[in-house]
Structure formats: C-alpha cells, structure tokens
C-alpha cells in the first residue's frame, strides 16, 4: 500500500512538470515531431521482429494455455492428472528457445503442480515447488494474480503442515493482493482459506463468517460453492448441529455429481457418514460408507479409503460389534506407520484404542491411545498457534490501515492546498486577461504564481519525506510486533509449563502423602510408648501441614491456568460455617482460645452455590485466625450484605493485629507480614492470596479491619441466592426457650461478649453483660432483691479480678441464683468430675453455637435425653464394627497401580474383618469382575494399561449382580467437575488421597450395612 502511494506521488510531480513544460508553440511542435518519429521508429522494429519470429511461438503459446487450462480443470477431479499437465507446460517453457514472460509462464505451471502436489496428500513436495515459483516471480510480482495465488497455496501447505503462523500471514496478504486487482473470485478463495484459520483456532462463528463473506463476493463457481458448502457442513457436525449440517452435506453432493468427481464425491459421503455415527444412526452411516468405499475402487482411492474403514469401524464399535470394527480398523491402518501420522488420523486412533481394549488387544490398544495423545497435544498447539497467528495478522492489518489513513488524510490536505492555489492561480489570470494593460498586475500575478509553484514543490518534497517516515515505522512496527509475538510465546509457554509443573507435582506427592498419613493413623489405635505416639503425633501434624501446602499449591495452579471450575448446588449455610469452625477446634484448644459462631438467624437457611468453596475460605480464615492469636477469643460472625442475596462472612480476633504498612499486600501471593528469618510465624503466604481469587471467581469481595495489638477482622461478602424447592435440605432453626428470661454472662473479653450478646436473643434469652466476678455479684444480688430470676450464669474461665471457681462458690454460699445453672465457658474440656468440684453444673461445648449453648441450658427436665443425644452424636461417626456379624465375611477389590496405597487398604480394610483382592491396572480388575463376585471395588482413577474410567464402563457393562456392585473412585487429584465424570462413567462415589482413615471405614460400613438390609428386604 505504501508503494502505492509512491506511485500516486511520483505521478503527480510528473503532470506538474508536464504542465510547466508546456510554454511556448514552439515547444509544442516539437514535441509533437519527436513523438511521430518515435512511433515509426517503433513500428518498423515491430514490423522486422514479427517477420524474424517463427510461427512455432505462437504455436507454443497455445499449446502452453492449453496445458495450463487442462490442469486447473482437473485439479478438482483427479489431483494427479492435473500434477501431469502441470509438469508438461513447464517442461514446454523450459525446453523453448523463446518464450515471451518465460519466468511468469514456468512460475505459473510450478504454481499449479504445487496445488497438485498438496491435494493429492504431498505437501512437504509442494512447499518445496510453491517456495521456488514465489522466487522465480520476485518481489515486484507478489502484487499480480499469479502472485496471490501463490500467496494463496503457500498458505494451505503452510497449514496442512501445521505452520498457522505462515497460513494466516500468507491468506491475509493473498485477500489484499486480490481486493487491490478486484479479483472476486480468488478473493472469494481467499476469505475461505482465512475461515479455514478460524476453524483451526476452533472460532467456530468466526469461521462461518468468513465462509459466508466468501459466497457473497462470488458464487459462480461450483469448486468454491462445493468448498464452502462442505467446510460449513463439517464446522455444524463439530457443533452437534446435525439437521443443517445435512442440508449443506446434500448441497456439496450435488455439484460433486454435476462436476463427475467420484474422489469428492467419496469424501463428501465419508463426512455425511462420520456425521451419522455421531448423530447415533449406525445403519445409514455404514450404507453411506460402503457408497464412498464403491467410488474409490482403484489406486487413486486408496489413501482416502482408509478414513471410510474408521468412520466404518466406528460404527460397528458403537453397536458392541467389536469382531467387525478390529477387521475394518486393522484395514484402515494397514501399511500406516502408527507412531508417525498426521492430524487427519487423531479420531481413527480414538476408535483404534476402543476397539482393541474392547478384544483384549492392551498393546495395540497403548499404541494407538499414544499417538492419539501425540495428536490430541498437536490439534491444541495448532489451535493456540491459529490463536496466535490471528492476533498478529489483525493486529498487523489495522497498522497498515492506520497508515493509510494517515497518508490519505496528508494526500487529502495536500490537494486541498492545491486546489485553493489552482483557485488563486486562475483568479490570477482572469485579472491579467481583463486588465493586460495594467503591466504592474501582470508582474504581481507572476512572481504570486511563482510563490505557489515553489510552495506546491515543497509541499511535494514534505510529503516524500513523510512516506519515508512512515515507511521506517511501519518497519520499525513491524519488527516490535515481531518481539511482541516472541515474548507473548515465551511468556505464555512459561505459563502453562508453571501451571503443569504445579499440578503434576501436587498430584504425585498427593500420593506418597496417602501412605504417610494413613500409616500413622493406623499405627496410633495399636499399641505404643507415650513417647512413641507423641513422635507419631508430630509426624502425622507435620503431615496434614505439608498436605494443607500441597493443597494450596494445587488451588493456585488451577487458577493461574483457568481451569478453577466453581459449582453451584443447594447447602446448608450454617452447617457450612459451623463445620469450618469444628475443623479447627482441636487447634483452638490447644493454645486455650475460645472458638464461636454466630449466623444472623434472619438468613436464608438454603442457598445456591459452592459450599466447598465457601467452607474453604472460611477454614482459611479461621485457620489464620488462630494461628496469630495467642490469647483470647475468635469468632465467626455471618450476615446479611449490602446488596440482594449478598451474603458477609466475618472473622473476628484478639490477635496481635496488623500494622498498616503491612495491610495493602495482605491478599498477595507469598506475603509474609513478618519477612524475616527469624519470624515466629511460619507459612506459605498463599492462604490469603487464594482466598482472594476465589472470592473474585464467586463475584464477591474481601477485606480486613484492623488494630495493631488489639486483634483483627477478616471480611468477605459473596452472593449466595436463597433456595426455596429443597425441603428435605431445610435446617430445623434454632430452638427456643418458651419464655424469655435474663442470662448473666460474666466476661472482660470483647469478642466473648460480642458473640453472646448475638447469640441468646435467639434463644429468647436476655443477655446481662458484665466485665468482671464483682460486677456479676452486684447484678445477681440485684436481681434477686428485685424478684428476678436468672436462667443461667455463664462464667469465664479467665476474669481479671477473680478465678471462675471462687466467683462459683460465693454465688453458691451466697444463694445468688438460686436454681439458675452455673456453666463455665472455657476452651479446654472438663470432667464432669472436675467441673462439679469446680461448682459448675455444666460448660459449654466448643465452637460455641446457638445449639451448643441451647444444649447446655435448657431446663434439667430436658437434659437427660439431651445428654443422651449428646453422647450419641459426639461417638466416633466411623465406629470401627467388625463386618464378622454379618451372615458372610464380605470381599472387596481394590485396585490400585501404587504398592504403597495397596498395602494401605489392605490394612485398613483388614482392620474391620473384610477380605481383600488386588488388582493393579483397569485390565485386571475388569478380568477379576468376570472370575468373582465382590461386595464393593475400590478403583484408582489413574492406572497404566487401562484407567479407572474406563475400566469402571467395562465393568458396568458386563451382566449378572456385578453391574450393580458398589465402586468407590480413588484419586490423587480430584479437580473440579472429576466427580461428575466418576459418577457418569458409573461409579457411585469418590473419596480424594490422602485416604481419610475414618471416613474410609464409615463408607465400607454404611455400603455393606445397605446391601444387606437390601438382601433381607428381597
């Protein structure tokens, strides 16, 4: 466009040179006469050339056209007639003594034999032509017809050879060579090749855009309509869009027919066929395909017919007729090098791996599941590559159009100072006509015609500086966008080795962690020193702390590379909460701090989201909470939001705080407020920063209050839409005492105080707060003189004048409560022994709740069944029963590739009387299914020779009782949506590494225990 632009420049300053050329009669005469001669001069060396040229050369030139026309009609029909033509009208030129445009002639056959070479399956040979034909044409050709089409055909070898980089580079320039000569049809060709781009980059809309952009610049050719129609008609197939992707199929056949090409019309009904297996009508895609396979009897058929065999064996793979599709894939393949195919194979080694795992065949069946692996991994890269070539191409395009907009706009200007000097210049001259006797005006006009002429030059030179300008910044530009492009692969490819790096890692140390934790368990229930269990105690606590690292490792990767998938489904919001706080309740009494939450009981008690999540990011506040709070408290406290369905999650310390300078990078990966070497506070730094980004993923927000030494308020609001249609979800509330009477809560902690002025109105109870022992025995004396009777005193283990037992004992002698419970709150248990020494009737169960504190304080009536309930729900949930009482010894399989978690099971599943099998791939474990009958499987996700998934298929589909046999998924890295794919392959659970001992146990009883009361209800 720039040379354009050159040309349009020099062409101006040439006409003003003509124009001030042109002074006298005289001159013109002459040049008139130079003309005349000129012309004869050229006329008698034409008339002596002609009557010098043999007649061949005329003969020669046809016979050239003749070739060149026959191999463009045939390029579409049969490839290789067109390569023959092709090669005879070069060797045609080539063997001519004289040939006029000798270069442009050769460049065209080698064009045409280029096409050939890559429609009949050879691209490397026809880049190899492509690239000679474009040098033989030079620079200054690029910008003719034949230029294009070879731009054209340079970037379909490009693409067929996976170079999307060079194919979008090559379309874009071929379509603006074409625009520029008003060449509809191969602009057409162009927009085509440029959806074909699209496609590549899965840009499925996009590539219909172009496809459809094409038919409107020229539809009056039936190769480009039968192109477009089939292109489209494979983009729909992709997209499940069946029924339109037929009515184009039909269209494309119809010209195949009327143009009486059997090898496309072969190729249209292999799709037509592939498009039927995947819309499940098996019978009408095996007819079609056996129509194809009849059209390509003969050697030109032959490489195409091995894609007819796999959409053939696919069929008969879809309809259990595995005998028939292991003889139609075995064709398929015959004389292929398997580990060294193209792209067009990925769908046939799909069928090739289910085939042969379906007859036994595992090595064939790896063979082929590698090299669909191998092109699978090829499709993305020439999908992230067609991404990647796009963005250059349109970014490239829009600065040439910035810079054409620029100069037309100067060339604009420019004219517009022209036109008001011509203006000047003829107003000039009518003066000089109408006053010609006035010589003074004459002069002025002169030397004013003078000025604009020397002021038009300049402006002529101003404007070839600015081209050369623009010319070095779109040089300039163009090497930055080069650069640009490298560093964004560098960068992009250092992303993703990261973000798999990551979560490789996390997987397989999840892994060895399944051995350390589960062994440690195990070894603590058998019989040790007290020193030997408190080793055992720091290895399982240093354990669950690199576990809880790993975990945040394994989150972080998932964000970074986009693959952080939130579900939403109905839960219990206060059960949520409450059970993050029970979570780190040990933790809490280990350091003495009290652990409570409140949540608003205004609240929905339903809603929609991810409870994962939200219990994730509440552990991880908490979990922070009480790692920097040495003393005190620590509260949980939910509510309602600013906005519609906004819910807000606060926790509350009495930490050591957050000095301000530190706050800003608080939600910062890796931050440590205390960087040092020596700080007291270990950590990764990643739990707060992981918090963000979920927050962030849910639509919500976080944020922290603050006061150095005094303690800290972590924040965050989510929407949490309320659920209604779940009745059987539906918490039962809060209960209620039947007639509102006062509690004195006797505590100098702000939060302690806090959270029981929260709570009891709840209950119907009226908090009365005081600060300390005697503030309480003023206000009890109080209210027993005024005849009020309290429900309660609650009293803290840690007050700042007196010990709760002697503040216990002087209400006790002094008669203050009369029958009102005295309950210490305190954060480490009791014996009921002790708190009765104490003077205490009861204390309050950590994390304090609405329905520990209803618990411990409702009427003595009551609170032998509550006891009761109490006990039952505080024994172990998974209670180690020995599965000996049942009728029979129960058997279960467990099938695992890690001899460490093999070992494992087997001791645990020993523990409860369970008999065990080993399996250690999918194959063995389908083949012992077949020989046994087994009571419940344990199946590993991630196993070589056959997986998890696809074992679990096989076994779900071999008949009698083992089709409904319980099958528990195992795996290492159970990302999101992994529990949807277990459950559809047809598994009934999963339970993620490292294998929760107890939770382990309670599963086997529960499943075992259901399939008897099944067998006794039968």
Known sequence: MIDAVESEKQGFVFERKQKRSRGTKMHKLFSMAVFCVSICTGAAAFAQETAQTPVVDVTLHGAFDKLIADSKSQMMRDPNEAMRHAESAENLVRGAARFSNRDEAIATAMWLRGESLVRSGRPEDGSAVIADALTLLGEEGLNTKLGGDLLLAQGRVAGRLSDTKTAAASFFNAHDVFVALNESRSEAMSLQAIGSIY????????????????????????????????????????????????????????????????????????????????????????????????????????????????????????????????????????????????????????????????????????????????????????????????????????????????????????????????????????????????????????????RNRNHITGINDQLSETVERLNDEIKQREIFQRDLVVAKDEAEQASRMKSTFLATMSHELRTPMNGILGFSKLLQTSNLTGEQREQLQVIEQSGESLLVLINDILDLSQLESGKLRLTKSPFDLRNTIEGAAKLLQAKAQEKDLTLAVYVDPGLPTIVNGDSGRVRQIAVNLLGNAVKFTEKGSIAAFVSAGECEDEIRISVTDSGIGIPDDKVDGLFERFFQVDGSSCRKFDGSGLGLAICKELADEMNGEI????????????????????????????????????????????????????????????????????????????????????????????????????????????????????????????????????????????????????????????????????????????????????????????????????????????????????????????????????????????????????????????????????????????????????????????????????????????????????????????
Request: glycine share 4%.
């Open 703 to 1018: 944020g922290v209050n603050t006061v150095p030494g005094e303690g800290s308020e972590f924040w965050i609001t989510v929407p949490l839409p309320e659920v209604h249609d779940v009745a059987a979800l539906r918490h039962s509330g809060t209960e209620r005492f039947g007639e509102a009477k006062p509690v004195v809560v006797v505590s100098d902690e702000r939060i302690q105080q806090k959270i029981f002025a929260a709570l009891l109105p709840t209950m119907n109870l009226e908090p009365i707060i005081v600060d300390d022992g005697k503030s309480a025995i003023e206000a009890l004396g109080m209210m027993k003189k005024n005849g009020t009777l309290a429900e309660a005193v609650i009293v803290s283990d840690k007050l700042r004048d007196m010990c709760a037992e002697d503040l216990s004992k002087h209400i006790r002698r002094n008669a203050l409560c009369d029958d009102a419970k005295l309950v210490l709150n305190t954060a480490r248990p009791v014996f009921p022994d002790v708190l009765a020494s104490m003077g205490f009737d009861q204390h309050i169960d950590q994390p304090i709740t609405a329905d520990t504190i209803f618990a411990n304080l409702r009427p003595a009536t009551e609170q032998a069944s509550v006891s009761k309930e109490i006990t039952r729900s505080s024994e172990p949930v998974c209670e180690v029963v020995s599965l000996a009482r049942r009728s029979s010894v129960a058997t279960v399989l467990v099938v695992d590739d890690n001899s460490t978690n093999r070992l494992l099971m087997s001791k645990v599943l020993a523990s409860v009387n369970v008999n065990v099998e080993i399996a250690t791939n999918g194959a063995e474990a389908v083949k012992a299914v077949r020989d046994n009958q087994f009571d419940m499987i344990f199946m590993d996700v991630h196993m070589p020779v056959m997986d998890g998934i696809e074992a679990t298929k096989r076994i779900r589909r071999i008949a009698g009782p083992c089709a409904s046999t319980p099958i528990i998924a195992l795996t290492a890295l159970a990302m999101p949506g992994d529990q949807a794919k277990f459950l559809e392959a047809g598994m009934d659970d999963y339970m993620a590494k490292p294998i929760d001992i107890a939770a382990l146990r309670s599963k086997v009883q529960a499943i075992m225990n259901q399939r008897r009361n099944s067998a006794v209800g039968a």
């Open 199 to 450: 496609r590549d980059a899965e840009s499925y809309d996009q590539a219909l855009e172009y496809y459809e952009r094409a038919a409107e610049v020229y539809s009056d050719d039936r190769s480009l309509d039968l192109s477009s129609f089939n292109n489209q008609a494979n983009i729909l197939k992709e997209l499940g869009r069946f029924q339109k992707s037929r009515g184009l199929y039909s269209e494309a056949l119809k010209i195949a027919v009327a143009i009486d090409s059997n090898v496309l019309r072969a190729r249209i009904l292999t799709n037509v066929a592939d498009m039927e297996v995947l819309a499940g009508n098996y019978q009408y895609a095996e007819d079609t395909a056996a129509k194809a396979l009849a059209l390509l009897e003969g050697e030109d058929g032959t490489e195409w017919g091995r894609f007819v065999f796999g959409v053939q064996a696919h069929a008969k793979l879809k309809q259990n007729d595995f005998e028939a599709a292991e003889m139609l894939i075995r064709n398929a393949f015959e004389g292929v090098e398997v580990a060294h195919t193209s792209l067009s194979y990925e769908e046939m080694h799909d069928v090739a791996y289910q085939v042969y795992l379906e007859r036994g065949n595992y090595e064939e069946a790896v063979e082929h599941h590698q090299s669909f692996k191998r092109l699978s991994d090829d499709a993305k890269k020439v999908s992230s590559s067609a991404n990647l070539a796009l963005l250059g191409a349109r970014f490239q395009t829009a600065e040439h159009r910035l810079n054409i907009e620029r100069l037309e706009n100067d060339k604009l200007h420019q004219d517009m100072l022209l036109e008001e000097a011509y203006r000047q210049h003829a107003i000039q001259i009518a003066v000089i006509a109408f006053g010609g006797v006035i010589v003074l005006f004459f002069f002025i006009a002169a030397v004013s015609t003078r």
